[in-house]
């Protein structure tokens, strides 16, 4: 096909919103408005570029017959349909040259037809609504252009009635995976063209509105709501029968109602009857406000333990389904979440119908992000160009519009990482004379000049206690200063979910509680964006051989890509706990505080359990009085003893979201001192045919390395500092703490060289001195084990001694070696059952625990150091017939198994890669170091480093079976 090449704009270059369609408005899922759902099996055709085929195909009688299928939700280059995914994080993947796009535009035409359904009632009129389709559209219905769109992930409708025919009706679209409206979607994600939402008709009968706003606020000094639904372009009742509402639409009705709140998210189910349509309500009686610098709602300060929200599927993609956005959900509640930022674009919309059933707040972010302009130092940023502000213009009203009618929604976010600008703005005046009864977020401007809050991302701890404390750096502009000084604070991104960590998140949340100006924050991210790939397992950038990508920085969420919990929810949701119980004033009592925002405490029932090394004791309920939000009190099982005593508040009754004994909170306590390991000094050394025998140890004479214990083989015992780095180990270019996992390789700590200095057998125990140190630098370790034995126990102390400028914290410090590949039942008492590092341990639980080692291992998408299990008195490695090696430590230590050594799983780089060998290897570690969040933000807080210091820990060896 000839083209030829003009000066004129096509339409998906200019900077226009779209043309040919109608105002926005509200989203509902359902009214009496019979609706036709145009999802299902599309036909597809691809073409390489946006031109290469003219648009005869929207003409009804084309024939497709040779095209392919692809599945409407959806996006094509999931589907086999021609293209693959990308990922790039900041950076444009085409020439920055706004608003053009590359001539190479991945081109979908997609074609369906459909017949209207019998017994459409006569008259009105008829809409075809796209809830959204990346990046832009063109569409025709029976051969008829009705216009065109952009804005991905929100709403276009356009009225269709005069153009529906009885018979076959012929819908065509044509999809450009680049438009212009991508330079105003740079969000760090995958780029996923394709119609990846619902496709629906809509009947709007005469006499049906046009649109409807629902003012549902509580005044918490006299527990009244006040209700107003303002219906336009029709005569309308509000009916509530529960409150025996009956009122003409805009009229205010002000009566006691149980207010809404993301902990008691209590809907009043109402209906908007107009002569033309019956539109079912939820309505949730809520009242936001910033007074005294703090956000309030219904009076009351609130805490965001919240999160950040893409929407992903892995093999989906962006086009998620109604059980896939429940589920994340009800997994947000079940770990104590209580809030989500829409990042960065508005949700699927019945997502939001789900957050106020289930009690969630939500920042509703907006479709914006011009990121990439940052590395050009923001020249031509859209955000500051008027000629894109009619663009920005529409994106804003498109979601507030359709968004409008959530209690879960109180914040408005304008969109992320933008820069600052004009376009801005204008965004924030138009929401201000909207929707004046919800407060407004931007965190990409410091100056704070178009928002209600200070919002930031990735602060250090010690930034968030100065701003805490109102003071921070001052900002230029004294009155902008002390505008912004005078306002809430919130963190709308913090904690790094990137692989191994969030580490830190304790630290946050005291700050939090400390000071009220502190309001919480979201977690980066809710899940790892990783597509199901049938070689790699789950795939990132890079995987799909894009020429320009950022590589698994996709994958930082907190859940794995298939929804399984990774060990940073796990953490979390301890770290939030809305309940805190922990060790009272005196031996087995217990403080209980109540955390929650609004609630008592009526809804839990708290339970005491009392162990003694693992078993179980006894067991009961624990009265505990009822107690308003921020009030605590102490109390006492009735039982006594020594041991562990832990108490767990759960659920009194089923709730949508957990059933009956699901654990909000817990916290233990040990009274009395846990039992120290005995002795095993006392037998002397026996030097024997090439070995040395020390009680139940047989050693290497020459090397001094101990070959046997017992009947088990045990294979290249010695000092081992080296981790394969985490993500948050490597960190990230622009943060400024050094990063540790770099410096550890350049040190060469993977590849240490252990020099013997002198194998001595005495008395009463083989004493072997080495130096371990790397090539190429003079830095090193003087580490002397010293083996000692008493009956079938076999006692080991380990000295090191850092030789040189250590500047570096140690990856972890410790002992590893190998027992052949049957010793792979794990049993332990300590820290479980997940894994734990010094700065995500506050979910580890002591107990007796049992895991297989393949058990042990956290799948983190792009392999890295996890396992580790913290607070160890106690392991024990045994094959199925009860054999084995059981190591007690003279101070609890970490403990770590595989059956791939630390160098295997550093050069891993998707799950497959890790291979089992014949051995499982066994770390036990007298410390590790921290995580962290640096893969984006702040390293490790200096009392979770690991620096090289003297140090000297044991542990007491013996045979099992
Ligand atoms: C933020 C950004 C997010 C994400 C995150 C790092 O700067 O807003 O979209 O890129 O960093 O994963």
């Given at each position: 096909m000839s083209r030829t090449v003009t000066d004129a704009t096509p339409w998906y270059e200019d900077m226009s919103p779209g043309s040919g369609g109608l105002a926005p408005r509200s989203w509902y899922a359902a009214s009496?408005?019979?609706?036709?759902?145009?999802?299902?099996?599309?036909?597809?055709?691809?073409?390489?570029?946006?031109?290469?085929?003219?648009?005869?195909?929207?003409?009804?009688?084309?024939?497709?017959?040779?095209?392919?299928?692809?599945?409407?939700?959806?996006?094509?280059?999931?589907?086999?349909?021609?293209?693959?995914?990308?990922?790039?994080?900041?950076?444009?993947?085409?020439?920055?040259?706004?608003?053009?796009?590359?001539?190479?535009?991945?081109?979908?035409?997609?074609?369906?037809?459909?017949?209207?359904?019998?017994?459409?009632?006569?008259?009105?009129?008829?809409?075809?609504?796209?809830?959204?389709?990346?990046?832009?559209?063109?569409?025709?219905?029976?051969?008829?252009?009705?216009?065109?769109?952009?804005?991905?992930?929100?709403?276009?409708e356009f009225a269709v009635g005069d153009l529906l025919r009885a018979g076959e009706n012929v819908l065509a679209l044509r999809v450009h995976a680049w438009s212009s409206g991508s330079y105003l979607e740079d969000q760090d994600q995958w780029w996923l063209p394709g119609i990846f939402r619902d496709v629906t008709l809509l009947h709007r009968p005469q006499g049906a509105p046009r649109d409807f706003f629902v003012h549902a606020g509580y005044d918490h000094r006299d527990g009244c709501g006040t209700l107003r639904v303002e219906c336009d372009g029709a005569e309308g009742r509000v009916l509530l029968p529960e409150?025996?509402?009956?009122?003409?639409?805009?009229?205010?009705?002000?009566?006691?109602?149980?207010?809404?709140?993301?902990?008691?998210?209590?809907?009043?189910?109402?209906?908007?009857?107009?002569?033309?349509?019956?539109?079912?309500?939820?309505?949730?009686?809520?009242?936001?406000?910033?007074?005294?610098?703090?956000?309030?709602?219904?009076?009351?300060?609130?805490?965001?333990?919240?999160?950040?929200?893409?929407?992903?599927?892995?093999?989906?993609?962006?086009?998620?389904?109604?059980?896939?956005?429940?589920?994340?959900?009800?997994?947000?509640?079940?770990?104590?979440?209580?809030?989500?930022?829409?990042?960065?674009?508005?949700?699927?919309?019945?997502?939001?119908?789900?957050?106020?059933?289930?009690?969630?707040?939500?920042?509703?972010?907006?479709?914006?992000?011009?990121?990439?302009?940052?590395?050009?130092?923001?020249?031509?940023?859209?955000?500051?160009?008027?000629?894109?502000?009619?663009?920005?213009?529409?994106?804003?009203?498109?979601?507030?519009?359709?968004?409008?009618?959530?209690?879960?929604?109180?914040?408005?976010?304008?969109?992320?990482?933008?820069?600052?600008?004009?376009?801005?703005?204008?965004?924030?005046?138009?929401?201000?004379?909207?929707?004046?009864?919800?407060?407004?977020?931007?965190?990409?401007?410091?100056?704070?000049?178009?928002?209600?809050?200070?919002?930031?991302?990735?602060?250090?701890?010690?930034?968030?206690?100065?701003?805490?404390?109102?003071?921070?750096?001052?900002?230029?502009?004294?009155?902008?200063?002390?505008?912004?000084?005078?306002?809430?604070?919130?963190?709308?991104?913090?904690?790094?979910?990137?692989?191994?960590?969030?580490?830190?998140?304790?630290?946050?949340?005291?700050?939090?509680?400390?000071?009220?100006?502190?309001?919480?924050?979201?977690?980066?991210?809710?899940?790892?964006?990783?597509?199901?790939?049938?070689?790699?397992?789950?795939?990132?950038?890079?995987?799909?051989?894009?020429?320009?990508?950022?590589?698994?920085?996709?994958?930082?969420?907190?859940?794995?890509?298939?929804?399984?919990?990774?060990?940073?929810?796990?953490?979390?949701?301890?770290?939030?706990?809305?309940?805190?119980?922990?060790?009272?004033?005196?031996?087995?009592?217990?403080?209980?505080?109540?955390?929650?925002?609004?609630?008592?405490?009526?809804?839990?029932?708290?339970?005491?359990?009392?162990?003694?090394?693992?078993?179980?004791?006894?067991?009961?309920?624990?009265?505990?009085?009822?107690?308003?939000?921020?009030?605590?009190?102490?109390?006492?099982?009735?039982?006594?003893?020594?041991?562990?005593?832990?108490?767990?508040?759960?659920?009194?009754?089923?709730?949508?979201?957990?059933?009956?004994?699901h654990v909000v909170?817990?916290?233990?306590?040990?009274?009395?001192?846990?039992?120290?390991?005995?002795?095993?000094?006392?037998?002397?050394?026996?030097?024997?045919?090439?070995?040395?025998?020390?009680g139940p140890g047989v050693f290497d004479a020459a090397t001094g390395a101990p070959v046997r214990l017992g009947d088990v083989a045990v294979e290249g015992l010695r000092l081992d500092v080296w981790r394969a780095p985490t993500d948050n180990d490597n960190g990230a270019p622009w943060q400024p703490d050094e990063r540790y996992g770099l410096r550890w390789r350049e040190l060469g700590l993977h590849r240490m060289r252990h020099r013997l200095d002198a194998v001595e057998a005495a008395e009463d125990a083989l004493t072997v001195r080495t130096r371990v140190a790397p090539a190429g630098w003079d830095l090193g370790l003087r580490t002397t084990y010293r083996w000692t034995a008493a009956g079938d126990r076999l006692g080991l102390t380990v000295s090191v001694v850092p030789e040189g400028d250590w500047r570096v914290p140690l990856p972890r410090l410790g002992i590893r070696f190998g027992l052949p590949a049957a010793f792979g039942g794990a049993r332990w008492f300590g820290g479980g059952p997940g894994e734990a590092y010094p700065d995500t341990r506050a979910a580890a639980m002591l107990g007796l625990w049992e895991r297989d080692v393949d058990a042990l291992q956290t799948p983190y998408v792009r392999p890295q150091e996890n396992g580790a299990r913290a607070d160890v008195r106690w392991a024990e490695l045994t094959d199925g017939s009860g054999a084995g090696l059981r190591a007690e430590g003279g101070a609890p230590f970490w403990f770590t198994a595989r059956r791939w050594t630390s160098e295997q799983l550093d050069a891993a780089e998707h799950l497959p890669d890790q291979v089992a060998g014949e051995h499982v290897w066994v770390n036990l570690d007298h410390a590790v170091q921290g995580i962290g969040s640096q893969s984006c933000g702040p390293g490790v807080l200096p009392e979770h480093r690991l620096d090289a210091a003297p140090a000297e820990f044991s542990f007491v060896f013996s045979a099992l079976g």
């Open positions: 009496d408005a019979p609706r036709v759902s145009l999802n299902g099996d599309w036909a597809f055709r691809l073409s390489p570029d946006a031109d290469a085929e003219d648009a005869s195909f929207a003409q009804p009688g084309f024939d497709a017959s040779a095209w392919r299928a692809v599945e409407v939700p959806g996006h094509w280059v999931l589907q086999g349909a021609g293209g693959a995914p990308a990922y790039t994080n900041v950076v444009y993947p085409f020439p920055v040259d706004p608003p053009r796009v590359p001539s190479e535009n991945p081109t979908g035409d997609h074609l369906r037809t459909f017949t209207l359904p019998a017994g459409l009632p006569e008259g009105g009129e008829s809409v075809l609504r796209f809830d959204g389709v990346e990046s832009c559209a063109r569409v025709w219905l029976n051969g008829q252009e009705l216009g065109d769109f952009k804005g991905s992930r929100l709403p276009h409150l025996g509402i009956d009122a003409p639409a805009g009229e205010p009705v002000t009566l006691p109602v149980e207010p809404w709140t993301a902990e008691t998210p209590r809907l009043y189910d109402a209906e908007l009857v107009t002569p033309g349509e019956r539109i079912p309500l939820r309505i949730g009686f809520r009242t936001v406000v910033v007074e005294d610098g703090v956000i309030k709602v219904n009076g009351r300060r609130l805490l965001f333990r919240g999160v950040n929200r893409h929407e992903f599927h892995p093999e989906t993609g962006r086009a998620v389904d109604a059980r896939t956005m429940r589920r994340d959900l009800v997994l947000m509640k079940q770990h104590n979440i209580n809030a989500v930022r829409t990042s960065h674009y508005p949700p699927h919309p019945a997502f939001l119908d789900l957050c106020d059933e289930l009690g969630l707040w939500v920042i509703d972010e907006c479709d914006l992000e011009t990121h990439g302009f940052v590395d050009l130092e923001w020249r031509n940023n859209p955000v500051d160009d008027e000629r894109w502000t009619p663009a920005l213009l529409d994106r804003a009203e498109r979601m507030v519009e359709r968004d409008k009618n959530h209690a879960s929604v109180i914040i408005w976010s304008l969109g992320n990482e933008c820069g600052s600008g004009r376009g801005l703005t204008a965004m924030a005046a138009w929401i201000r004379g909207r929707d004046p009864e919800r407060l407004l977020h931007y965190e990409g401007d410091l100056s704070c000049e178009d928002v209600d809050l200070y919002s930031r991302m990735y602060p250090t701890h010690a930034e968030v206690e100065l701003i805490g404390r109102r003071a921070e750096e001052p900002w230029a502009d004294a009155e902008l200063d002390a505008r912004r000084r005078a306002m809430p604070f919130i963190m709308c991104e913090y904690a790094h979910a990137m692989g191994n960590g969030p580490g830190g998140l304790s630290e946050y949340q005291r700050l939090f509680e400390r000071y009220e100006r502190c309001q919480g924050g979201f977690v980066w991210e809710w899940i790892d964006h990783g597509f199901a790939h049938p070689e790699h397992v789950f795939a990132y950038g890079g995987d799909f051989g894009e020429e320009l990508h950022d590589g698994n920085f996709v994958c930082d969420g907190l859940l794995f890509p298939d929804r399984t919990p990774s060990p940073g929810l796990v953490e979390y949701k301890k770290v939030i706990e809305p309940v805190r119980i922990g060790p009272g004033s005196s031996a087995g009592a217990f403080t209980v505080t109540n955390g929650y925002d609004f609630t008592g405490l009526g809804h839990l029932d708290f339970v005491w359990s009392h162990e003694v090394e693992g078993v179980l004791v006894d067991s009961g309920a624990l009265a505990v009085p009822e107690l308003a939000p921020g009030a605590s009190a102490e109390v006492v099982p009735d039982a006594a003893g020594d041991g562990l005593w832990t108490v767990r508040a759960v659920l009194a009754e089923d709730t949508v979201w957990a059933g009956r004994g909170a817990w916290g233990q306590a040990e009274v009395g001192a846990p039992a120290a390991p005995a002795p095993a000094t006392g037998a002397r050394p026996v030097r024997g045919e090439g070995v040395i025998a020390l």
